[in-house]
T-cell receptor
């Protein structure tokens, strides 16, 4: 069955340090992978996506993610965290066996401390 | 460019009352989605429209939920009667609908936060 796992409920990072938010997936066929961010009382904002091509995808606000097919992962990264990056981050995947619906992870709360 | 617009932003009702949510997608977007999001969880798809046709409503609780997208633009999601467990955020999203739903970016509105007392 198709699934997305975000193994960490919360990630704490000091401002200026690099950050990683983890995502692994399980689908049949080629996956299409997405990262969204949600600020309090706001809708989800698109950050980046992987469809095909270069495994390293660059997105909004300095974020990037690396598609690793062998590890079925799509971790979100940023070289230097900002306090304003504190939010809830969602990974999502669509593929043939999900009828191309987006399957969402449970979300990871990212807290950046000054 | 205007984003996805939803109204109202907040709604408080008593159980058994009806409630309706409205969504205006991004101009030119053919695909419209309604999601339900519980606190601290990812969104759950309720229904997806391609233009005015509901192409995926398998997860819509049809005994109390209904939706429509007249003229393939704006959409309304209705709950009648509301139950305590319906308290959640209802998100509307839209995508271009040109390349297939699988790889298209969905753009979300701010959501309607519903509290059923």
């Amino acid at each position: 069955a198709q699934s997305v796992a975000q193994p960490e409920d919360q990630v704490n990072v000091a401002e200026g340090n690099p950050l990683t938010v983890k995502c692994t997936y399980s689908v049949s066929g080629n996956p299409y992978l997405f990262w969204y961010v949600q600020y309090p009382n706001r809708g989800l904002q698109f950050l980046l996506k992987y469809i095909t091509g270069d495994n390293l995808v660059k997105g909004s606000y300095g974020f990037e993610a690396e598609f690793n097919k062998s590890q079925t992962s799509f971790h979100l990264k940023k070289p230097s965290a900002l306090v304003s990056d504190s939010a809830l981050y969602f990974c999502a995947v669509s593929a043939m066996d999900s009828n191309y619906q987006l399957i969402w992870g449970a979300g990871t709360k990212l807290i950046i401390k000054p | 460019e205007a984003g996805v617009v939803q109204s109202p932003r907040y709604k408080i009702i008593e159980k058994k009352q009806p409630v309706a949510f409205w969504c205006n997608p991004i101009s030119g977007h053919n695909t419209l989605y309604w999601y339900l999001q519980n606190l601290g969880q990812g969104p759950e798809l309720l229904i997806r429209y391609e233009n005015e046709e509901a192409v995926d409503d398998s997860q819509l609780p049809k005994d109390r939920f209904s939706a429509e997208r007249l003229k393939g633009v704006d959409s309304t999601l209705k709950i009648q009667p509301a139950e305590l467990g319906d308290s959640a955020v209802y998100l509307c999203a839209s995508s271009l609908g040109a390349y297939g739903a699988s790889q298209e970016t969905q753009y979300f509105g701010p959501g309607t936060r519903l509290l059923v007392l």
